[in-house]
């Protein structure tokens, strides 16, 4: 199973339906919250290339944020991401 990493904050209500979708699959996640951490908000940036939260990584891969989470899913195309070797 592949390794996940989500870039959140606590207030973030899309963050919380990102996690409710991984949660349903059965995987772990990494939580990074970058709310109070600024090294770690610069940090998701240059992984990401994007500022807003959630950015979720599935191992290496950018999936996106929640939007583009929920696309893969539908689409067909999380599940065997997810599937991958960590």
């Keep these: 199973m592949a390794d996940i990493t989500m870039y959140t ?21 990494n939580e990074v919250d970058v709310m109070m951490s600024p090294s770690k908000r610069e940090e998701m940036i240059a992984r990401s290339g994007r500022r807003t939260v959630p950015q979720i990584f599935v191992g290496d891969t950018h999936v996106g944020g929640f939007d583009d989470l929920d696309a893969l899913d539908r689409a067909g195309g999380l599940d065997p991401l997810l599937a991958s070797p960590a």
Excluded: E, H
């Excluded at 904050?9 to 995987?27: D, E, Q």
């Design 9 to 29: 904050t606590p207030i973030c209500p899309f963050c919380y339906r990102a996690k409710k979708l991984l949660s349903g699959k059965g995987v772990n996640i």
